[in-house]
């Protein structure tokens, strides 16, 4: 190769060395455990610890400022806790994401302040709400206990025993057959139901205080990042909910971390 077209060659590689983010290569990996580091690995350490989820990707288009800011974040979490519901998959976009200051991160929460947007979605499946059914308690003297969840295409069925206080004390069956509806953009509630109660001359106010226990199913309300959700979408076996607008990858900062335990927890 002559001189001048080595040369040319030389300089077209470090010319694109300069125009390819620094970013670009920065991946952090962790199983397990998330040591002391950055901000960034503040923000994924908040996410596991809060949610116990199995898997987390995060992308951040760059590391938080001091102030806590940072333009664009992506998490994509797999089997997080959330409100006592294990989902099989949720995903989020934000942008223009203002957290509370890093300095106090050491002592107090990450909480996100302010943002511009957030765009999300996630799979919840049939057989994580009725184990999150299972393992819940729906009041006190008055209580739901055996209540299952079955998913139709576009419809909900569930049945479940009510143990009521009325003149002496009723284990009530309840069949419902309703729908899901959003409220408030962040809960999933029992909407539009039918009853079929096993007893006569059961009062009204009962059954209304029975549904009541049992809302909402979801409660979002409670992610670190305040989602908002516009569409739900079911068939036997899974609910989808969606945003407006759905997340999108993008290229930066690459935190992954993985549950260093093999079995999964209920």
Do not use: C
């Not at 989820?53 to 959330?82: C, K, T, W, Y």
């Not at 209304?208 to 979801?218: E, G, N």
Request: no cysteine.
């Amino acid at each position: 190769m002559k001189t001048s077209a080595r040369l040319f060659v030389l300089a077209l590689i470090s010319l694109l060395f300069l125009v390819i983010p620094s970013w670009a290569a920065e991946l952090y990996e962790y199983e397990g455990m998330i040591p002391e580091g950055s901000p960034g690995a503040r923000i994924l350490r908040e996410f596991v610890d809060g949610m116990d989820p199995l898997e987390v990707e995060m992308i951040l288009s760059q590391e938080p400022d001091a102030s806590g800011h940072v333009n664009r974040i992506f998490m994509n979490l797999r089997r997080p806790l959330i409100g006592g519901v294990r989902l099989d998959n949720i995903s989020f976009e934000a942008l223009d994401v203002h957290f509370n200051p890093v300095r106090e991160w050491a002592s107090n929460p990450v909480e996100v302040q302010d943002m511009l947007a957030v765009y999300a979605q996630g799979t919840l499946l049939e057989d994580d709400i009725n184990n999150s059914l299972r393992n819940r308690e729906f009041g006190g003297d008055e209580h739901w206990h055996d209540l299952a969840l079955d998913f139709r295409s576009s419809s909900i069925y569930a049945k479940g025993y009510y143990l009521a206080k009325f003149i002496f004390r009723l284990d009530i069956l309840i069949e419902i057959s309703g729908e899901l509806s959003i409220v408030r953009k962040q809960q999933i509630w029992l909407d539009n139901y039918n009853l079929r109660v096993n007893r006569v001359n059961v009062p009204e106010n009962i059954t209304d205080r029975a549904i009541s226990k049992i809302q909402p199913i979801l409660d979002l309300s409670r992610f670190i990042f305040p989602l908002e959700l516009n569409s739900i979408e079911m068939d036997e076996n899974k609910i989808q909910l969606r945003s407006r607008y759905l997340p999108q990858r993008f290229e930066g900062i690459t935190y992954h971390y993985i549950r260093k335990e093999v079995e999964e927890k209920p």
